[in-house]
């Protein structure tokens, strides 16, 4: 008899055990959920990001809505930067909460099939979970550009170049799009922690802290005409 009640008793605190690691598991998911939605918000507050009001930039609402509806990637909130530069980022604590943001000189200054194929690389980026590592790392590509760099694959953006005209089957937008972005992707306001998640290096060259993020708008396009 005492010897069943032992048991039940250790049976008893084994699932209070096990019920605080779930629990334990579960808080400490939703604090690092939440950790990684305060550096979203902190990078889209230094980009100087506004967010893209309800029925405002249709063409570049279908293409984002069309790409996402046909490749099974969550549909992201969209914000804009008011700056002549043609670039674009996405940044986001998982595929179900990312943000898009292009730049005004990328809304004025691409054809729709251009703009597809940028909307398909920053998407193709979101599917693969790249955007939440390169969220996570900007804290630390802040102090240490380099040692972020590592944490992504080598050559990424060649790599998302190739996953977006496989999701847009159409390499010419692409192509083009790199063409126009050449000499024109520095913007203004966009601090050194944030270099690894445009689109083209936002200080306008490949050296430095570019050089350690992006390869040169040279070898994108040439990988690109080679399929």
């Known amino acids: 008899m005492v010897g069943a009640l032992v048991l039940g008793a250790i049976a008893m605190l084994a699932g209070v055990a096990w019920v605080g690691l779930v629990l334990g598991a579960a808080v400490g998911a939703a604090m690092a959920l939440w950790q990684l939605r305060g550096t979203s918000a902190r990078v889209l507050t230094s980009v100087g990001a506004v967010p893209i009001a309800a029925g405002s930039e249709p063409r570049l609402r279908n293409l984002v809505d069309g790409l996402c509806t046909s490749n099974g990637v969550s549909i992201p909130d969209l914000s804009v930067i008011e700056d002549d530069a043609i670039n674009c980022l996405a940044v986001g604590a998982s595929p179900q909460h990312t943000t898009i943001v292009v730049t005004r000189g990328m809304l004025a200054g691409l054809d729709r099939m251009q703009l597809e194929g940028v909307v398909a690389w920053l998407l193709g980026q979101v599917k693969r979970g790249e955007t939440r590592l390169a969220t996570v790392i900007t804290p630390v590509a802040a102090l240490a550009p380099r040692l972020a760099a590592r944490a992504l694959p080598e050559r990424y953006d060649v790599i998302a170049d190739l996953d977006?005209?496989?999701?847009?089957?159409?390499?010419?937008?692409?192509?083009?799009?790199?063409?126009?972005?050449?000499?024109r992707s520095a913007v203004a306001r966009a601090p050194q922690s944030s270099n690894h998640l445009w689109f083209d290096d936002p200080a306008g060259g490949t050296t430095g802290v570019g050089a350690a993020f992006h390869s040169s708008i040279d070898e994108r396009i040439a990988t690109l005409q080679e399929l």
């Open 164 to 183: 977006a005209v496989g999701l847009t089957r159409y390499p010419p937008g692409l192509l083009a799009a790199l063409e126009v972005t050449r000499s």
